[in-house]
């Protein structure tokens, strides 16, 4: 059974929290949990987020700074704000327009939308609505034509790059899934790949997925496509400058939402390696955990280029899907603004790592009767 009929709009949606609360709502619980499962014993899932919780931004006052200008310049193309969609499969499990919907609200932002290759609608129909740039996520599979046809497709369609998923030589062991037996519902299917037995995703993947993937890949890929390559699911600093010599146009550290190797680090922990590692050879981009404009702005500070939300949309699209996806986006663009505004910066030029500490690099207040405990060293981020 597909998720509730999505309402039009949440009642008091202030946050990306408020949406998540509505699609929990809204969605039956095996499907609940496909979207919000991780790898293992979550381990990963729960590091994301929290990851932020023990960094704190320092403001500047008195800077000047007038209204927050958001723009950059990625691949050849502005975007209005340092947000895109990430790649999510399947959104017509919890909306009968699916990733058309999610196109029309990334649209009214003019964000991008990173569209999945297990995508529940046609590719072509997605560009039709598209109001910002469009990627393409790929899984190499087996079959190097099908691969092939679907990069064809998508750069004929106006995609502007490919995301190659480096992370799942095969499924993570998702046991929300497993406890669940998840199948997908009838008529729930990817709509750009041929076949008829993709019920189960982890299945599908087994028989499908390229498990002797390696760097070689780029090459064919360069064989097949003049569009840029982005690396999706790095997260060693080794990986990462292999990746600029290998040729790759961007990367994202990325640990797959928590959802393939349970026990990995939370992606904001290993940014800021990764971003020296690769000493501006290419842009880096991040997902995993971003619920709030401060989260964005911790993330550029530590030498992101952009964020990628993945699960946040899809709780928008199924609480008012058009609407409810222009509506996360919004929230997290206005937050970005208000945190950029209040931190004194007028300009994602301005924004640097002095705008961020964690929770045991600040001074410590001395507690009565406890004395004062010594000040921590300033520790370099583990990489």
């Known amino acids: 059974m597909r998720g509730a009929e999505p309402a039009d709009a949440p009642d008091e949606a202030f946050t990306l929290a408020d949406y998540e609360r509505r699609a929990r709502a809204l969605l039956p619980p095996a499907i609940w949990d496909f979207i919000a499962g991780g790898a293992g014993e979550e381990r990963t899932l729960r590091a994301n987020e929290a990851a932020f919780e023990r960094l704190w931004l320092l403001p500047r006052v008195l800077t000047g700074a007038g209204r927050p200008i958001t723009g950059i310049r990625l691949l050849g193309r502005d975007w209005p704000a340092p947000i895109g969609v990430a790649p999510v499969a399947y959104h017509t499990l919890v909306h009968p327009e699916g990733e058309i919907a999610t196109a029309r609200g990334a649209a009214r932002a003019g964000l991008p939308f990173v569209v999945s290759t297990f995508a529940g609608t046609v590719l072509e129909d997605i560009a039709a609505v598209a109001g910002g740039p469009l990627w393409l996520q790929l899984y190499c599979f ?38 669940n037996d998840f199948r997908l519902p009838p008529g729930v299917a990817p709509a750009n790949i041929s076949g008829d037995d993709f019920a189960s995703p982890a299945g599908h993947a087994a028989v499908a997925f390229d498990p002797a993937l390696d760097w070689s890949v780029l090459s064919w890929l360069r064989s097949v496509s003049g569009l840029p390559i982005v690396l999706k699911g790095i ?7 292999r990746a600029v010599a290998a040729g790759a146009d961007a990367i994202v550290v990325s640990n797959h939402g928590g959802r393939q190797l349970d026990g990995s680090p ?58 409810g996806v222009a509506g996360v986006l919004g929230i997290l663009l206005d937050e970005l603004q208000d945190t950029m505004a209040l931190t004194g910066v007028d300009s994602l030029e301005a924004v640097d790592r002095s705008l961020v500490a964690q929770r045991e690099q600040l001074p410590h207040l001395p507690l009565a009767g406890l004395g004062t405990p010594p000040l921590l060293p300033d520790a370099a981020w583990r990489t």
């Open 266 to 323: 939370a992606t904001l922990e290993m940014l800021p390696g990764i971003v020296a590692a690769v000493a501006g050879g290419v842009p880096v981009l991040i997902d995993g955990g971003v619920r709030r404009g401060v989260d964005v702005l911790a993330c550029l500070a530590l030498g992101a280029a952009a964020v990628l939300v993945g699960r946040p949309v899809l709780h928008g699209l199924t609480a008012g899907g058009a609407d």
């Open 235 to 241: 997260l060693g600093t080794s990986d990462a400058r």
């Open 142 to 179: 087996r079959d190097r034509d099908v691969t092939r046809r679907l990069v064809e497709r998508a750069e004929h369609a106006g995609f502007e790059a490919i995301v190659l998923t480096v992370d799942a030589p095969r499924l993570g062991r998702r046991l929300r899934d497993v406890r």
